[in-house]
């Protein structure tokens, strides 16, 4: 584990944040649903009864930033990466899991540098939405934006979307965002991955990071990334383990190796990085894909 050092390219603030925060997020319908279906057999297999359905995500937290260093220490993750997880309540309108920017400037300093912040970004106040991007870059030394527009009911190429592309190329910093089924309740269509391919076009200097593996159209995805030089794909998510094997494939041959980020999604550093480690791929690609890749892109 210690020998291929890596960086987590999309974590979760819930995963060094007190508890409550994630049961917060588990307070909106969309989270509760998604604990009885998507994770409806982690809820059988621990025990978790209805009402309780943050345990899903908040058993495997690790609740403050030492413990979440001492996990990264104990398995070789150099760094890893936070964001706000800013997404929004469709049956609710209002947003939910926004992890609050000050606060993860302090657990980036407490980190000694170790935790790299991203901020989150809401098409339904685009202006206000900006401001706190360009603050939390600018005065909080945040590196880049993570966004979920299928939350938001907006596809990648929505106009909506476009003033956060324009702002992140300004500040020079890339913009990930989900693409892929919402595991969510939550209307999946605008998730496809090929949506992403004008926006690519529009900004070609704008590094793009596609994440969620875009499955089920994991082939749109890989197309994605594989045509432009601006795009990549993270895997996190999903458990290497379930990967699919054309997927696997790709990152471990000529037109993914360079383009694909490892990433746990919040769902145990440990476990994910190991199952990573069992894949049948070759050691220049684990090498690439657990840290070289995240490094160039996010400039570390």
Same mark, same amino acid.
């Given at each position: 584990?210690?020998?291929?050092?890596?960086? &987590?390219?999309?974590?979760?603030?819930?995963?060094?944040?007190?508890?409550?925060? =994630?049961?917060?997020?588990?307070?909106?319908?969309?989270?509760?649903?998604?604990?009885?279906?998507?994770?409806?057999?982690?809820?059988?297999?621990?025990?978790?009864?209805?009402?309780?359905?943050?345990?899903?995500?908040?058993?495997?937290?690790?609740?403050?930033?030492?413990?979440?260093?001492?996990?990264? &220490? #104990?398995?070789?993750? #150099?760094? @890893?990466?936070?964001?706000?997880?800013?997404?929004?309540?469709?049956?609710?309108?209002?947003?939910?899991?926004? @992890?609050?920017?000050?606060?993860?400037?302090?657990?980036?300093?407490?980190?000694?540098?170790?935790?790299?912040?991203?901020?989150?970004?809401?098409?339904?106040?685009?202006? #206000?939405?900006?401001?706190?991007?360009?603050?939390?870059?600018?005065?909080?030394?945040?590196?880049?934006?993570?966004?979920?527009?299928?939350?938001?009911?907006?596809?990648?190429?929505?106009?909506?979307?476009?003033?956060?592309?324009?702002?992140?190329?300004?500040?020079?910093?890339?913009?990930?965002?989900?693409?892929?089924?919402?595991?969510?309740?939550?209307?999946?269509?605008?998730?496809?991955?090929?949506?992403?391919?004008?926006?690519?076009? &529009?900004?070609?200097?704008?590094?793009?990071?596609?994440?969620?593996?875009?499955?089920?159209? =994991?082939?749109?995805?890989?197309?994605?990334?594989?045509?432009?030089?601006?795009? %990549?794909?993270?895997?996190?998510? %999903?458990?290497?383990?379930?990967?699919?094997?054309?997927?696997?494939?790709f990152f471990d041959g000529p037109r993914g190796q360079?383009?694909?980020?490892?990433?746990?999604?919040?769902?145990?550093l440990t476990r994910c990085k190991q199952e990573f480690?069992?894949?049948? =791929?070759?050691?220049?690609?684990?090498?690439?894909?657990?840290?070289?890749?995240?490094?160039?892109?996010?400039?570390?």
């Amino acid at each position: 584990m210690q020998e291929i050092k890596a960086i &987590d390219a999309m974590c979760r603030a819930g995963y060094c944040m007190p508890i409550d925060n =994630i049961k917060e997020m588990f307070n909106t319908y969309e989270f509760k649903v998604m604990a009885q279906t998507t994770f409806g057999g982690v809820m059988k297999k621990l025990g978790i009864k209805p009402g309780d359905e943050w345990q899903v995500l908040g058993l495997m937290a690790k609740g403050s930033v030492p413990e979440m260093l001492k996990e990264m &220490d #104990e398995v070789g993750v #150099e760094y @890893a990466l936070i964001d706000q997880g800013l997404g929004w309540s469709q049956r609710e309108y209002r947003e939910w899991g926004t @992890a609050p920017l000050d606060w993860m400037a302090q657990a980036a300093h407490e980190s000694k540098g170790r935790l790299k912040c991203g901020a989150g970004y809401n098409p339904f106040t685009i202006e #206000e939405s900006l401001k706190n991007i360009e603050r939390a870059v600018k005065e909080l030394g945040f590196i880049y934006v993570w966004a979920h527009p299928i939350s938001f009911g907006l596809k990648p190429n929505d106009r909506k979307m476009y003033p956060l592309y324009a702002k992140c190329n300004e500040l020079k910093i890339p913009c990930c965002m989900q693409v892929g089924h919402s595991a969510e309740p939550l209307t999946s269509e605008p998730g496809h991955p090929m949506y992403a391919d004008q926006v690519a076009l &529009d900004f070609p200097n704008l590094t793009i990071v596609l994440t969620h593996t875009g499955w089920p159209w =994991i082939d749109e995805w890989m197309s994605m990334v594989w045509k432009h030089p601006n795009v %990549y794909g993270n895997i996190g998510a %999903y458990m290497p383990s379930a990967l699919d094997e054309s997927l696997v494939k790709f990152f471990d041959g000529p037109r993914g190796q360079d383009k694909v980020l490892w990433a746990s999604n919040g769902f145990g550093l440990t476990r994910c990085k190991q199952e990573f480690l069992e894949l049948p =791929i070759k050691d220049k690609t684990k090498i690439k894909v657990l840290r070289e890749n995240a490094l160039k892109v996010f400039k570390l």
